[in-house]
């Protein structure tokens, strides 16, 4: 089974690369499976998409593999800055026989010697009339492409179905433009067709569990936030950074204070005489305690009305008539 990881950048297309990669090889007579991984969407982020691809006719027609590919066969770098951020996870799992294919300005021994690897690593064409290569224009479907021919298994052909199929709803020019810089990766690449090997089988037979770590459960009075412990400060109102104040309705109070008190993040419901009551110096508003009072009891004011009726109820023949 092919295992193929694509790193790049929010809005380079990797999300797209990877479907067209995907779609090619199901076009190919191989069982695909394709994902994206990305936390914020938010342009410029790292993300990577994932690609396996599994031959059928030979007994075994379904993927069982989900998730992250941790030894990939081909890893596809779309933004070479990305190589530089640890958490990019651009390197994770890679052995000698993994194929690297980065879009850079800089030669593949450079890279190489940079990042002490062994194994394959190429640069992906671009000409050179292209000023930022980070903003090559259709990087996601050149990445596509000279992955396909990496691969060895993808005909032209079928790649430009793949880009149609899965850019045709954009309109004809995007999937033209897309089109023609996917085949001139594909063609750029064909000195190297076929380099990437299918990798083997995972094997459950020799699993070991991880060494789990067995951690102490710690009393409350160590575990728990408490504002009124070592290393935090009374003095400190915290309470001043509310927005939303919450209210405690002690006709519908029901008293299973262990909830709100455990829930709170900072420890500012304290219990007296079995009854929740809230250290309005320390509350932040995170409204925790109104999400998970199960009787329902604990509602939200604005925090300036909440400031004004306590101001009103202060005045001489306030809010209690005298």
């Known amino acids: 089974m092919y295992r193929i990881r694509i790193h790049g950048r929010g809005g380079q297309g990797i999300k797209m690369a990877s479907r067209v990669l995907g779609t090619a090889l199901f076009r190919c007579g191989f069982t695909v499976q394709d994902a994206p991984k990305y936390g914020a969407e938010r342009r410029g982020a790292p993300i990577f998409s994932t690609v396996r691809a599994l031959r059928t006719g030979g007994g075994a027609d379904v993927i069982n593999e989900r998730g992250v590919i941790h030894q990939p066969d081909l890893v596809v770098v779309a933004d070479d800055s990305l190589l530089a951020v640890p958490a ?8 000698d026989e993994t194929v690297i294919l980065v879009n850079s300005r800089e030669s593949s021994a450079t890279w190489r010697h940079r990042l002490n690897l062994q194994g394959e690593l190429l640069i992906l064409p671009a000409s050179d009339d292209v000023e930022d290569r980070a903003e090559l224009p259709h990087i996601g479907a050149t990445c596509a492409g000279a992955a396909a021919c990496l691969l060895g298994v993808i005909e032209r052909e079928a790649l430009a179905a793949a ?24 063609d750029a690449m064909s000195e190297h067709r076929g380099i990437v090997a299918e990798g083997s089988s995972v094997a459950a ?28 400060s009374v003095q400190v109102r915290t ?3 509310r927005t939303l104040r919450p209210v405690i309705d002690y006709d519908r109070c029901s008293k299973c204070w262990w909830v709100c008190s455990t829930f709170c993040p900072d420890s500012a419901i ?3 005489n079995d009854t929740p009551v809230i250290d309005y110096d320390h509350c932040k ?16 004011v ?9 101001q009103e109820a202060a005045r001489p023949g306030g809010a209690d008539g005298t």
């Open 302 to 310: 604005p925090e300036y009305l909440a400031q004004q009726q306590e």
């Open 163 to 186: 880009i149609g199929e899965e850019l045709g709803p954009l309109g004809d020019a995007v999937v033209a433009g897309n089109r023609e810089s996917a085949l001139a990766a594909f």
């Open 285 to 300: 508003g995170c409204m925790i305690c109104v999400g998970i009072c199960p009787p329902h009891a604990i509602g939200s």
């Open 88 to 95: 990019a996870g651009v390197l994770q799992g890679i052995v």
């Open 205 to 232: 037979a020799g699993y070991e569990p991880p060494a789990w770590v067995e951690l102490p459960v710690d009393d409350a009075s160590i575990a728990a936030p408490d504002i009124r412990a070592s290393a935090n």
């Open 239 to 241: 309470g001043l950074w």
């Open 270 to 272: 304290a219990v007296e």
